[in-house]
């Protein structure tokens, strides 16, 4: 079943016009008079009406936060956990940088781990590694991250990392041979809440269609949807 077809709950009704009769009824039959409509008392028991009403929306969403269906934020990690899911982090992009060199050095030139390049509107990247370009070679190839994690990140065109913004001695240009790929954001609600009510399918060793579904939506935030089909039966 899917949690968009399970009945919608309440834990309590924080109706203002029902709070309000039941309240100012109770009070009338206790004290054995009624009230008028400018009765202090009246005015009294309407203000502390909406700290109930407060108090009932309260309650009712913190209960709500108990079932995969309304549960959110914290909460819903909460649940993943019982069925050991957990929420997907943000990834950075990635990208392959060229760092040239003014002239061909007869020794190899040192590119420090952290060296940091970036676009013209600012998005940063760094190496993940010391990197040498060998002796005799007008340039190197390296692997660098964005600093930030996110989709924001992705996308960047090749060339388009141009700028050096840690000086190295020789290092005359650098330049993206790579279009930027790979940053996601955190995994949201929605996806997170899916993936947990998948979770049970992915229990069996059998290989069901659920199961193939849960891990290759597990396999990355970038996976939107999934469409199990087998060539053959048993295959």
């Not at 009230?35 to 109930?52: E, K, N, Q």
């Not at 940053?183 to 049970?200: K, L, M, V």
């Amino acid at each position: 079943m899917r949690l968009t077809d399970l009945p919608d709950v309440n834990f309590t009704d924080p109706n203002k016009d029902v709070v309000e009769s039941q309240v100012i009824t109770i009070y009338e039959r206790v004290i054995g008079r009624k009230l008028a409509d400018g009765d202090p008392v009246r005015l009294f028991i309407l203000a502390m009406t909406y700290i109930i009403i407060l108090l009932l929306q309260k309650i009712d969403t913190d209960a709500k936060m108990n079932l995969l269906k309304y549960s959110k934020g914290s909460y819903l990690e909460h649940l993943g956990a019982l069925v050991g899911v957990h929420r997907n982090t943000a990834d950075k992009a990635v990208a392959t940088v060229r760092f040239t060199l003014s002239e061909i050095r007869p020794t190899n030139v040192v590119i420090p781990e952290g060296t940091r390049v970036t676009s013209s509107d600012g998005k940063l990247f760094s190496t993940t590694a010391l990197n040498l370009i060998k002796a005799g070679s007008p340039h190197g190839d390296f692997r660098c991250l964005a600093l930030e994690a996110g989709i924001g990140s992705n996308g960047i065109e090749l060339g388009e990392l141009n700028q050096l913004v840690d000086p190295i001695p020789y290092v005359s240009q650098v330049s993206n041979i790579t279009k930027t790929v790979g940053g996601t954001n955190i995994e949201d609600d929605e996806s997170y809440r899916e993936r947990i009510h998948e979770a049970p399918e992915s229990f069996s060793v059998a290989g069901p269609t659920g199961a193939y579904m849960y891990w290759a939506k597990t396999a990355s935030e970038d996976v939107g949807d999934v469409r199990v089909t087998s060539p053959t039966p048993g295959t």
